[in-house]
C-alpha cells in the first residue's frame, strides 16, 4: 500500500542551526501539508502547499520556516535558526486531490533542539 | 477561533467492554469531521464524516455525525488491547487546507 515516508526519523539539533525535513508523499498525490505535534499536546497545522505554492499557513508557521517542492516527489520542511520550542514531531501529509478529502500521514520526524 | 474539543481525554476500560469517545467542534466553513487513530507515530485515517445521521461502520468501529449539535461520536464495541491509542477527532474546512485537530483521547484496554 502507499505510504508517505518522511527522513530522518529523528532529528537532534543545536539551538539556531537549520535543519531541513525530509517527505516523500504518496507518488500521485497533489495537495501537501506539514503538521507539528508537540510532547503531549495537540496535532497542530503548520502549512499546506498545491501547484508548487503555500494555499495555506497557520501563524506558527513564521519567517523562520520554509517548504520547497525541489523535484518532482520530494517535499521539505525548513527551519531557518531552530529555537528550543521548535522541539516536536513533524508529520507530513499528502491528499489525492480536490475531490478526495482523506489526508495521509508519514511516521513523523521527531525533533529535538538542545 | 476554531476549536475541537474532545472527551474524555484518558479512559481505561477492560477487554470486551464498550466505549463512546466524544468529539464537538465550533469550526467556520466545516465542511467534514475526520477520525485518526495514532498509536506510536504516524494518525491512521478511520472515518471522514459529511452528511449528519449517516453512520459509518468498519468492524468493531462506527461513528456518526450531527451537524446541528456540532458532535461526532466514536464507538467501539468489544474493545481489545490492540485498540488501545489516542482517537483523534479533525474538523475539515471548506477550504479543504485546513484540518483542525482536537487533544485526542487516549484509550488503553487492559486485558
Known amino acids: 500500500e502507499p505510504e508517505v515516508t518522511q527522513t530522518p526519523s529523528h532529528q537532534v539539533t543545536q539551538m539556531g542551526q537549520e535543519v531541513i525535513l525530509r517527505c516523500v508523499p504518496i507518488?500521485?498525490?497533489?495537495?501537501f501539508y506539514w503538521y507539528r505535534q508537540i510532547l503531549g499536546q495537540k496535532v497542530e497545522f503548520l502549512v499546506s502547499f498545491y501547484n508548487n505554492e503555500i494555499s495555506e499557513k497557520s501563524e506558527i508557521f513564521d519567517d523562520q520556516f520554509s517548504v520547497e517542492r525541489p523535484d518532482g516527489s520530494n517535499f521539505t520542511l525548513k527551519i531557518r535558526s531552530t529555537k528550543l520550542e521548535d522541539s516536536a514531531m513533524y508529520f507530513c501529509?499528502?491528499?489525492?486531490?480536490?475531490?478526495?478529502?482523506?489526508?495521509?500521514f508519514g511516521a513523523g520526524t521527531r525533533l529535538s533542539v538542545l | 477561533e476554531d476549536k475541537v474539543v474532545q472527551s474524555p481525554l484518558s479512559l481505561v476500560v477492560h477487554e470486551g467492554d464498550t466505549v463512546t469517545l466524544n468529539c464537538s467542534y465550533e469550526?467556520?466553513?466545516?465542511?467534514?469531521l475526520l477520525w485518526y487513530k495514532q498509536e506510536k507515530k504516524a494518525p491512521t485515517f478511520l472515518f471522514m464524516l459529511t452528511s449528519s445521521g449517516i453512520e459509518k461502520k468498519s468492524g468493531r468501529l462506527s461513528s456518526i455525525l450531527d451537524k446541528k449539535e456540532l458532535f461526532s461520536i466514536l464507538n467501539i464495541t468489544a474493545t481489545q488491547t490492540g485498540d488501545s491509542a489516542i482517537y483523534l477527532c479533525?474538523?475539515?474546512?471548506?477550504?479543504?487546507?485546513?484540518?483542525?485537530f482536537g487533544p485526542g483521547t487516549s484509550l488503553s484496554v487492559i486485558p
Open positions: 469550526v467556520t466553513n466545516f465542511r467534514s
Open positions: 501529509a499528502s491528499r489525492l486531490d480536490r475531490a478526495k478529502n482523506i489526508q495521509y
Open positions: 507518488s500521485n498525490h497533489l495537495y
Open positions: 479533525a474538523a475539515l474546512k471548506t477550504s479543504y487546507d485546513k484540518v483542525i
